[in-house]
T-cell receptor, first 114, second 110 residues
Framework: DAGITQSPRHKVTETGTPVTLRCHQTENHRYMYWYRQDPGHGLRLIHYSYGVKDTDKGEVSDGYSVSRSKTEDFLLTLESATSSQTSVYFC?????????????FGPGTRLTVL | GDSVTQMEGPVTLSEEAFLTINCTYTATGYPSLFWYVQYPGEGLQLLLKATKADDKGSNKGFEATYRKETTSFHLEKGSVQVSDSAVYFCALNRDDKIIFGKGTRLHILP
């Protein structure tokens, strides 16, 4: 158990509204990731972070931004939600950097954009 | 770029049947390979991994062998149980990121 929590766990919102999802970890790990999971696509990387204020884009970053002002929190923001962003969002962490590393996942946030 | 291809599901088996889920990869160099499992309503969790050619990862009766010559990492289990019903993801590690296959849903009938 890597001590990862996500909030909220479920959210329904309307098109055009801003949404922020929070990932919180208790183990002080440096590397954090945001994925979305959709049927037929598996998991796709949205953004990731190597440390405080150090973030980079993944393969599906359009329409999303992230922030990491503290080691333990990684926030994902949808500035203006669209129906195509209806998905299940997972946060993950990697304890150490290296080619053999395992990622540990949070429980997920189910987001519905009407 | 690097990619992972796994057999499409759903796969439906009877309890105690033999399971194989195929996975092949495309990558430069020698990435580490993983199988993750996702039970209903939960996040992914690591099932097993292998870090170099000919390594065999194993856990909970599941096994997979890193085959460099065929670029494959097939998941096998000799006798499945109803509790193995889940979605299984093959993945590889590349530059601090993990690339996932699309997942294979497994249904085990009692």
């Amino acid at each position: 158990d890597a001590g990862i929590t996500q909030s909220p766990r479920h959210k329904v919102t309307e098109t055009g509204t801003p949404v922020t999802l929070r990932c919180h970890q208790t183990e002080n790990h440096r590397y954090m990731y945001w994925y979305r999971q959709d049927p037929g696509h598996g998991l796709r990387l949205i953004h990731y972070s190597y440390g405080v204020k150090d973030t980079d884009k993944g393969e599906v970053s359009d329409g999303y931004s992230v922030s990491r002002s503290k080691t333990e929190d990684f926030l994902l923001t949808l500035e203006s939600a669209t129906s195509s962003q209806t998905s299940v969002y997972f946060c993950a962490i990697t304890p150490e950097r290296g080619a053999t590393d395992t990622q540990y996942f949070g429980p997920g946030t189910r987001l519905t954009v009407l | 770029g690097d990619s992972v291809t796994q057999m499409e599901g759903p796969v439906t088996l009877s309890e105690e049947a033999f399971l194989t889920i195929n996975c092949t990869y495309t990558a430069t160099g020698y990435p580490s390979l993983f199988w993750y499992v996702q039970y209903p309503g939960e996040g992914l969790q690591l099932l097993l991994k292998a870090t170099k050619a000919d390594d065999k990862g194993s856990n909970k009766g599941f096994e997979a062998t890193y085959r460099k010559e065929t670029t494959s990492f097939h998941l096998e289990k000799g006798s499945v149980q109803v509790s193995d019903s889940a979605v299984y993801f093959c993945a590889l590690n590349r530059d601090d990121k993990i690339i996932f296959g699309k997942g294979t849903r497994l249904h085990i009938l009692p």
